[in-house]
């Protein structure tokens, strides 16, 4: 996928709606596209991490205690490391060929902080995560 299909795909997902052509030019001039077969490792718990990965395309499963979570194209992993900078919590392995986009810190945190939609979407997303913890008695 070349740069002018990274911009479109990110332009179509949630996360990034409300963000300009013009900041996911920028945020993709410093990304990385990867991909990973399955079964592959894509970020293991207790390992620093400072990137945020976009799934472009596969399935992916994130665990961490008390429960797993299975990840596809549109969803995303890796927000918590990447704002406290702390020891990721989650592995996250491939459950089938995945494409995903790494987004550095220091690009996103940046994204953050022109565009509250794209921040709020993470806000979001967190609290629901938060809320389905404390549902099942694990928070």
Request: glycine share 8%.
């Amino acid at each position: 996928m070349n740069e002018v299909e990274l911009v479109h795909a990110l332009g179509t997902l949630p996360l990034f709606a409300g963000v300009s052509e013009r900041s996911l030019w920028k945020l993709v001039r410093e990304a990385t596209r990867a991909d990973f077969a399955p079964g592959e490792t894509i970020i293991s718990a207790v390992e620093y991490g400072s990137h945020l990965y976009v799934i472009l395309s596969g399935t992916v499963e994130v665990s961490s205690r008390p429960a797993a979570r299975t990840l596809s194209a549109g969803d995303y992993f890796g927000e918590l490391s990447l704002i406290d900078g702390r020891p990721r919590l989650a592995t996250a392995v491939a459950l089938s060929d995945v494409e995903l986009i790494e987004l550095p810190q220091r690009p996103v945190l940046k994204l953050a902080r022109a565009h509250s939609a794209f921040t709020l979407t993470i806000f979001r997303d967190l609290s629901l995560r938060l809320r389905r913890l404390e549902a099942t008695g694990a928070g």
